[in-house]
């Protein structure tokens, strides 16, 4: 066969790829695994007629991913070189319960005196601006006052539900108390007689005299806070914000500004003059039950149902010192009249209380305290239960 050509096929010359068919089963159907084989012979064609699309295309993406590299390696050499700048110092966290000891405590669970009239739980105790006396008001409906050293005793009635809040006025001579029957009633030390009732359309919680005596602010269960004037006898006031019962008010030691404590997890300050919300501390975890400004006014300090003490700034809501001595809920807490200490009433069972700097403990009162209040002078320590008593601690 002189004149006969080899035959060349075009694209076996230019690729050295192998395609392959699969052989069919015994019943002419493929099975999934044999699906899946199919796809990957149509990709292997499509790279064997399109060769240099493919190159291309692999082309790019390779240089994409170098691209990448190359920009997260830049950006963290970057990061390495820039200069950074010092954490600033968080606030100074005391989680440890002391240990009790007894030689070092010898009247933890004995207080020197006992006063025993509500029949329930007491809820409030405020002292006298003399020192000489304390109010008490609780589940009874009642608000008792006693003379601490002749153990003298009157009951204020009129409540028809628990008192939640009481304040003595700068004079001493008035008691404002917040109930339940959604009044707050302002009554005469000396005579016992009420002097005025404002009526409120929620139940109300917390109440407080502003310092120069003008003034009651009071927080109900709508989450309301009213200032009332006592010269005209009406209100001045209505601070909207919070979203839960606001259950515990103090002012500022200059009266400028008020702050309350609620239901919503958060304490606020307003201004008083105009009733502006001026700050919302929202660093607590559970009710905020009891708040007070310290003596210099500078401080403020928040007690929890999260079981912490907090200190901050009430100028920008800075965390000073987080207290978790506790082990359960926090309902109150009281400074000393010198601003060194405080001391906080938990369902603990305990009364702790510990220095403000350093938190350093002082002492443990044993006793199911509901309510903690510091007189004055510096000099007793009252702590109401919930078995009706208050419970005074002497001071060295």
């Known amino acids: 066969m002189e004149n006969s050509q080899p035959f060349h096929d075009p694209v076996e010359n230019s690729l050295d790829v192998e395609i392959m068919d699969l052989p069919e089963n015994s019943s002419g159907r493929r099975s999934s695994l044999n699906w899946l084989a199919r796809r990957v012979l149509a990709g292997q064609r499509s790279v064997a007629r399109h060769a240099t699309r493919w190159r291309l295309t692999s082309v790019l993406v390779l240089g994409v991913l170098a691209l990448v590299v190359l920009g997260f390696a830049l950006s963290n050499l970057a990061m390495l070189l820039m200069p950074h700048p010092r954490p600033s110092i968080g606030p100074s966290i005391f989680p440890t319960r002391p240990a009790f000891n007894p030689y070092r405590y010898p009247n933890s669970n004995h207080p020197d005196a006992f006063f025993t009239g509500h029949q329930g739980r007491v809820e409030n105790v405020i002292w006298s601006p003399d020192s000489q006396r304390f109010a008490s008001g609780g589940f009874d409906d009642t608000v008792q006052v006693w003379d601490v050293v002749a153990h003298q005793e009157r009951v204020y009635r009129g409540h028809t539900d628990q008192i939640q809040g009481l304040s003595w006025s700068p004079n001493g001579k008035m008691i404002a108390s ?95 003059s105009t009733g502006k919300l001026l700050l919302t501390y929202i660093h607590h975890g559970d009710v905020v039950s009891s708040l007070a400004w310290s003596p210099n006014g500078k401080m ?97």
């Open 178 to 272: 917040a109930s339940r029957d959604q009044t707050v009633r302002i009554w005469n030390v000396a005579s016992g007689q009420t002097v005025a009732i404002i009526h409120n359309p929620k139940a109300v919680d917390g109440v407080a005299w502003s310092p120069d005596g003008r003034y009651l602010a009071y927080g109900d269960d709508a989450g309301l806070v009213h200032i009332w004037d006592f010269q005209s006898r009406r209100e001045v006031r209505l601070l909207i914000g919070h979203l839960g019962a606001v259950v515990a008010i103090a002012w500022s030691p200059d009266g400028q500004e008020l702050a309350t404590a609620s239901f919503d997890f958060t304490a606020r300050i307003w201004q008083t």
């Open 300 to 396: 403020i300090a928040t007690a929890s149902y999260d079981t912490t003490v907090q200190i901050w700034n009430p100028a920008t809501g800075q965390l000073f010192y987080n207290y978790q001595y506790h082990s359960d809920a926090v309902y109150s807490l009281a400074w000393s009249p010198d601003g060194t200490r405080i001391a906080s009433a938990s369902r603990d069972g305990t009364v702790q209380v510990w220095y403000v700097v350093d938190g350093e403990h002082e002492i443990t009162y044993f006793i199911a305290a509901t309510w903690v209040a510091w007189s004055p002078n510096g000099k007793m320590i009252a702590v109401g239960n919930a078995s009706g008593q208050v419970a005074i601690w002497y001071r060295q």
